[in-house]
């Protein structure tokens, strides 16, 4: 499959390229606002194609699928292009600002028979599918609660539009509390309901996006789901807690693009660290959306599944400027 980039992004720099190269795929074209950066990306990356106009990159025929990791305001509108060209789609996570968008965009790629997917890359953890199969097999009993530990360093090249353009979709929750929903559904096969949350800012962002949140999220079963997320946290570890009636699955180093980490299950017998086979969380996720467009599977993380982790996002922006427990409004 023959893939054009749509942003000459960090993300796209740093991961993405080099994982569809890993899958036998090949990145044929790239789009950037700006010419020279255009230029200078594809040059440096090895793309033969560059444009500052996203009708180039559409028309060009060879170019079966796109990837979206524009800054967020900007997928939308360009999802809906490249469905209108015939072109599949994975597109970065949050999937848009608002739902009706984000429906918008999945339905138009269900309409036109093409696939949609949403990069939600912790999905394809070898931690995280260990611990969904772990509580689907019943190793926890009735899963009660979880504690997601996702406080990280914003790394200074990173520091722009995430903790300075509201109007753009900065902000901790978009970038980091939405990973969480779609994480915690994964897991769990439960949705989220309700939230509430209290943010923080001022500490790098100083135009009042929130740079940390802490919050709840309660799901369909009744477990609630304690999150804290931040762009501050400089010399914090990630991880990932499971409580069940029968056993608790404690992971830590997991909230992260490497393929790292350790998970533990511990209960009446003891503590027993699970066996874990790493592999790279985006050469993952783009081998399976190549199986959904051969029409042998379904993506790692659906549309759908953007849909659901942005209705999360949005209610924990929501809670956290009311101050009021704030349903998730999915549909
Ligand atoms: P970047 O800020 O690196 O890129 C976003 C846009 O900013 C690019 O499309 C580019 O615009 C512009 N840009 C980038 N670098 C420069 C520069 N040096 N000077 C001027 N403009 C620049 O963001 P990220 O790569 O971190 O994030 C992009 C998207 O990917 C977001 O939607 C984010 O949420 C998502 N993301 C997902 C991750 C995941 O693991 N799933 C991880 C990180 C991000 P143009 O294309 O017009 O040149």
Redesign the pocket.
């Known amino acids: 499959m023959k893939w054009g980039l749509i942003?000459?992004?960090?993300?796209?720099k740093e991961?993405v390229i080099s994982a569809i190269r890993a899958v036998g795929d090949d990145v044929i074209a790239v789009?950037?606002?700006?010419d020279q950066?255009?230029k200078e990306?594809a040059q440096s990356n090895e793309i033969v194609q560059y444009s500052s106009d996203i009708n180039a990159l559409l028309e060009n025929p060879d170019v079966d699928s796109v990837y979206i990791?524009?800054?967020?305001h900007l997928?939308k509108e360009q999802a809906l292009l490249a469905i209108r060209a015939g072109k599949h789609v994975m597109c970065?996570?949050?999937l848009a600002l608002s739902l009706e968008d984000a429906h918008e965009m999945v339905k138009a790629a269900q309409d036109a028979g093409l696939v949609f997917a949403t990069?939600?890359?912790l999905r394809n953890a070898a931690s995280h599918t260990a611990m969904r199969q772990a509580v689907q097999s019943g190793l926890i009993g009735k899963p009660l609660a979880a504690r997601v530990f996702h406080a990280v360093s914003l790394p200074p090249h990173?520091q722009?539009?995430?903790i300075a353009e509201g109007a753009e979709?900065g902000g901790v929750i978009l970038?980091i509390t939405v990973h969480d929903a779609d994480t915690l559904r994964y897991i769990l096969n439960d949705d989220p309901v309700e939230v509430t949350a209290f943010t923080q800012t001022g500490v790098l962002s100083k135009t009042g996006l929130p740079d940390s949140v802490m919050g709840v999220m309660r799901f369909k079963s009744g477990l609630i789901a304690q999150f804290h997320d931040s762009f501050t946290a400089k010399h914090a570890d990630t991880g990932l807690e499971i409580i069940g009636t029968e056993g608790t699955l404690v992971a830590r180093n997991v909230m992260t693009?490497k393929p790292v980490g350790e998970v533990s299950l511990v209960n009446a017998q003891g503590t027993r660290k699970m066996i874990l086979e790493h592999v790279n969380l985006y050469e993952s996720g783009f081998r399976q959306f190549g199986e959904a467009v051969a029409g042998r599977a379904q993506p790692a993380a659906t549309g759908h599944d953007g849909i659901w982790s942005l209705a999360t996002g949005i209610a924990v922006v929501q809670a956290a400027q009311s101050g009021r427990a704030t349903p998730v409004a999915h549909g």
Do not use: M, Y
Not at 7 to 12: E, R
Not at 31 to 34: K, N, Y
Not at 69 to 72: D, I, L, Q, Y
């Open positions: 942003g000459a992004s960090t993300i796209a991961w789009v950037s606002a700006d950066r255009a990306f990791s524009t800054k967020n997928h970065e996570k949050p990069n939600h890359h990173l722009g539009w995430r979709g970038d693009q």
